[in-house]
Nanobody, 123 residues
């Protein structure tokens, strides 16, 4: 059974940084692509970033230049470094994984999901 567990969320002030982690177990992490999504209250879950097994990355426009997705296959862990945080970044952040090809930005394409970690950015 594949499990994804997020950590690293918290309450920060605008302009601060956070690093989220996603620990993967139950399957070879190196063969999976990983994505990060977020969901703010009253809004749909939206795509943030993805990293493929070849380490190539893709970001949604509103985080380009501020967020960095990465992975450490030796630790079976993915990361989302978030800098220059804004109040509008406040949301529950979810990591997800799949074994398909391409840069996938829709939720339905991901096979495995974590339970999420709360990020709150105060102004």
């Amino acid at each position: 059974q594949v499990q994804l567990i997020e950590s690293g969320g918290g309450l920060v002030q605008a302009g601060d940084s956070l690093r989220l982690s996603c620990a993967v177990s139950g399957r070879s992490f190196s063969s999976l692509a990983m994505g990060w999504f977020r969901q703010a209250p009253g809004r749909e879950r939206e795509f943030v970033a993805t990293i493929r097994s070849d380490y190539s990355t893709y970001y949604t426009n509103f985080v380009k230049g501020r967020f960095t997705i990465s992975r450490d296959n030796a630790k079976n862990t993915g990361y989302l470094q978030m800098n220059s945080l804004r109040p509008e970044d406040t949301a529950v952040y979810y990591c997800a994984a799949h074994s398909k090809s391409g840069y996938l930005v829709n939720r339905a394409s991901y096979d495995y999901w974590g339970r999420g970690t709360q990020v709150t950015v105060s102004s």
